[in-house]
């Protein structure tokens, strides 16, 4: 799991370091025939460019949403506040806008639901400190 986060902190890093891009048309047409607005980005370490659709909004600054639920499932595995990501995290008993988030799950259903009270008990269990430490590693975001 280090090495992954490695991996990560090193892609985030990098972002600032290559000029070259490569727009991929194939990833264009699955926008296309999806018929939704978006963008890929894809960092290709051994040819040092980046790969993707739609360069000039890949540099829109948006709110992370959803995506956060990547590196905060990669920080709460490296920090020990899950072992796995089968570990159950308890959505907390509220009612909730989606009846398929009103249970008891671990990390690799609550990543396909987009379950938000399971990562937010599993960045409470990181903690602000460790977060924001993890977070400023990886690079994630507008430092403010």
Request: positive net charge; charged residues 20%.
């Amino acid at each position: 799991m280090k090495s992954l986060l490695t991996v990560l902190v090193a892609f985030f890093a990098l972002q600032g370091c290559s000029t070259s891009w490569k727009e991929s048309t194939e990833v264009g047409e699955l926008f296309k025939n999806a018929g939704v607005t978006g963008t890929f980005v894809l960092y290709d370490v051994g040819a040092d460019k980046f790969v993707g659709h739609n360069q000039t909004r890949s540099k829109v600054r948006f709110v992370p949403a959803s995506t956060f639920k990547i590196p905060n499932s990669l920080i709460g595995l490296s920090v020990g506040a899950v072992k796995s990501v089968d570990d159950v995290l308890p959505y907390g008993g509220k009612p909730q806008p989606f009846d398929a988030w009103a249970k008891d799950m671990g990390l690799r259903e609550a990543i396909m639901l987009s379950n938000v009270p399971i990562y937010q008990e599993l960045a409470r269990r990181v903690g602000l400190e460790r977060m924001r430490e993890y977070v400023s590693k990886l690079g994630y975001g507008v430092m403010v």
